[in-house]
């Protein structure tokens, strides 16, 4: 479900503008926040929030939470800045232009989600906005999880979607400062095909992760499983 043009992507609750961004938006957004668990949370962050995607949804789902956008790009800001201003939430919805590496709130956050770029091998592009956003330039999951050590509240949650090839780097980082995956979802394109996205939840609790798998797509393509039209059907128009 990627969207490449500039035309707006309609939600059921609200409309993403998308002309300034350098990325689009694409399901791996879509599920990391469908999939979130936010019920519980009163202050979140979303760090390189982008067109503002993943804080929209979580204040569609939690009526009661303040949330912060964290975003470097002056680019996706724009899109970021109509997205909120013009949805039913703008006054729970705090947009920052800002390096999360300098970003140092002295509150605490009950959740902290990322999207993070991960192509680390792949031929950077021209375009400094698309390099910023698809490398790893300071957002990765290193400097995430120190990020959360020092941000996350006790209780917190982290929430990030990866390429299942870095699920180990990931758990390393994370684990280095104290922080342990309590559910872990296997992302398949197709049934026949393996894993190539896991969605992650980590906490400051040592315990026994839940491991899940969901299918996006049956064997025809935009056939959706059951399970990918009940876990966005509150977002999508479409379901």
Not at 111 to 132: H, M, Q
Not at 147 to 166: C, D, E, K, M, W
Not at 177 to 198: A, G, T
């Amino acid at each position: 479900m990627n969207q490449k043009s500039h035309k707006p992507f309609h939600f059921k609750q609200f409309t993403l503008n998308q002309k300034f961004a350098a990325m689009k938006i694409g399901t791996d957004g879509i599920l990391l926040g469908a999939w979130a668990n936010c019920q519980d949370c009163k202050h979140m962050i979303d760090v390189g929030t982008g067109t503002g995607v993943i804080a929209l949804m979580l204040a569609q789902k939690n009526s009661n939470a303040e949330i912060d956008a964290l975003e470097i790009d002056h680019n996706a800001i724009k899109d970021a800045k109509r997205n909120f201003e013009t949805s039913p939430w703008k006054n729970r919805l705090t947009l920052i232009h800002e390096d999360f590496s300098k970003w140092n709130n002295k509150n605490r956050y009950d959740l902290i989600i990322s999207n993070p770029p991960f192509f680390k091998n792949s031929l950077k592009p021209n375009d400094d906005s698309r390099a910023i956003a698809r490398h790893v330039k300071s957002l990765n999951s290193k400097s995430l999880s120190k990020f959360a050590f020092t941000q996350l509240s006790s209780n917190g949650r982290v929430y990030l979607i990866a390429p299942i090839h870095q699920l180990n780097e990931i758990k390393i980082h994370f684990f280095e400062n104290h922080l342990y995956p309590s559910r872990v979802c296997l992302v398949k394109p197709k049934p026949y095909k393996e894993p190539h996205r896991v969605l992650l939840e980590f906490r400051r609790e040592k315990i026994e992760p839940v491991v899940d798998t969901i299918v996006i797509e049956n064997d025809t393509r935009h056939e959706y499983t059951d399970d990918y039209k009940k876990l966005t059907r509150e977002f999508y128009t479409i379901f």
